[in-house]
């Protein structure tokens, strides 16, 4: 994929975190364990985000170029005819615009690969900013899609790989009857030494207002729709009765566009009279001090 490695110039790599709200999950980790640890011998990474965000420091902290360049929101007018202008001015600047400056930017940078951090689903831009610079383009694949647009299979099979994080991210392709792309798997990477517990449970448990003595289950992941937190709550509920102390942590942060999901939720838990049983943490940097403090960890 990459020419050979000169010993005298490390390869430059590109790499692009494709949220735009800046809030932090699983993909801003995945990324950082993987960036942080390259041989800075052999590569020399700039990682791109499109918001600001607070783990920025942590790549800096690892001596990690950094930049944010936002994501630009689409034009939208309200009548018939600005309707069919808006999407004509939102195509001419996703397809051309934008990927023209990116793809300078590509190459001011000297950049050797372009590393897209999320889907192909995500990054349209980026891609085609690397096949203008004529610069190979790789992905990461991280979610299990029950569908795929017809212009992401377009863009993703012009991609040199795409990078499924397991077997089974893989084989939904094949259950789509997806064919075409250059799929490989790299399972994640965790280092154990970044998830030390700092703090005991009691501790934990006492910041919550919680007794060492209750149940108490969690889960781990931002507040969406799909990770399923709704069905933890109603789980909870039919337990209430059997378990009158159980407790529960919901352990994340909520984007702008699953606010209205944290609010369905919240709602939920009122209507279930959980309220004095459902925490919701918000985003955490020691998310091995909560989940050591449950007993039960749900993946819904």
């Known amino acids: 994929m990459l020419p050979p ?8 790599i590109l790499y692009v975190e494709g949220n735009v709200d800046g809030t932090v999950g699983g993909s801003f980790f995945s990324l950082f364990y993987l960036v942080s ?8 990474p700039l990682v791109v985000f499109r918001a600001d965000n607070p783990i920025i420091p942590d790549f800096h902290a690892a001596g990690v170029e950094t930049g ?4 630009r929101p689409a034009v939208v007018l309200p009548t018939p005819i600005g309707r069919i202008i808006a999407k004509a001015g939102n195509f001419l600047r996703g397809f051309a615009l ?18 897209l951090n999320n889907s192909i689903t995500r990054n349209h831009v980026w891609m085609i900013a690397a096949r203008m610079a004529r610069i190979p383009c790789v992905t990461h694949e991280r979610g299990i899609n029950p569908h795929y647009p017809a212009r992401s299979l377009t863009l993703g099979r012009g991609l040199a790989a795409v990078i499924c994080i397991s077997d089974a991210v893989r084989e939904n392709f094949s259950e789509l009857g997806i064919h075409g ?6 399972p994640n990477a965790l280092d154990p030494e970044e998830l030390r517990v700092t703090r005991d449970s009691a501790q934990v448990r ?26 933890l709550i109603r789980g909870l509920a039919t337990l209430r009765d059997r378990f009158p102390e159980i407790a529960c942590l919901l352990i994340g942060d909520t984007s702008r566009d ?33 989940v050591n403090a449950v007993q039960i960890l749900v993946h819904a």
């Open 5 to 12: 490695t000169d010993a005298r110039e490390p390869r430059r």
């Open 37 to 44: 640890r390259l041989d800075r011998s052999r590569y020399r």
């Open 68 to 71: 944010v360049i936002p994501a």
């Open 98 to 115: 934008e990927p023209w400056s990116l793809a300078r930017m590509m190459r001011r940078e000297r950049i050797d690969l372009v590393h």
């Open 181 to 186: 792309l250059k799929l490989v798997t790299i």
């Open 206 to 231: 006492l910041e919550y207002g919680l007794s060492r003595e209750q149940p108490l289950v969690g889960m781990v992941g931002n507040i969406k729709h799909w990770k399923g937190q709704e069905v």
């Open 258 to 290: 699953s606010a209205d999901y944290e609010r369905h939720i919240r709602e939920l838990v009122k209507q279930l009279n959980l309220v004095d049983r459902v925490i919701i943490t918000g985003y955490r940097t020691d998310v091995a001090d909560p």
